[in-house]
């Protein structure tokens, strides 16, 4: 089931988005997103967040502002298992253009956006990780 974000989800939500970076961006320091973590968590409840649930479960949830993409994240253990089809066709249904910013080092991420609709449109900079990236836009 996919649901809008409570108050009560943040620290389920907060232990996907550390355990979710650390896995899927292991050529970034862990440190660099535990010393993330405060900004992240107070930034949370600003955005538009909406949390799949299975089972009494929180498995994932994306973030958007606006039409950006801020985050989808997947708990480790349950990826692969349609939760962030799941999670991207649901915010897809309200909008008619979406973007999102992947770590070219981030294979998986990029291969599944672009099996979603999603196109590479720029290559970046992330100056705060000195990692490059792609800029990544659907459009209905």
Known sequence: MIRSYE???????????L???TSAHDFIEAGYWQSHYDEV??????????????????????????????????APGKQSQGTGKALLDHVKKDRSTLFLKVY????????FYVREGFRIVREDM???SREAEYRLSWNR
Do not use: C
């Open 41 to 74: 968590k107070g930034l949370l409840p600003q955005s538009d967040v909406y949390i799949f649930e299975k089972d009494g479960e929180i498995q994932g949830f994306i973030g958007l502002t606006g039409d950006h993409i801020a985050g989808l994240f997947v």
């Open 104 to 111: 070219q080092k981030n294979i998986r991420a990029i291969y």
């Open 7 to 17: 108050t009560d989800d943040l620290d389920r939500v907060m232990e996907i988005w």
């Open 19 to 21: 355990a979710a970076n």
């Open 126 to 128: 992330d100056e705060s």
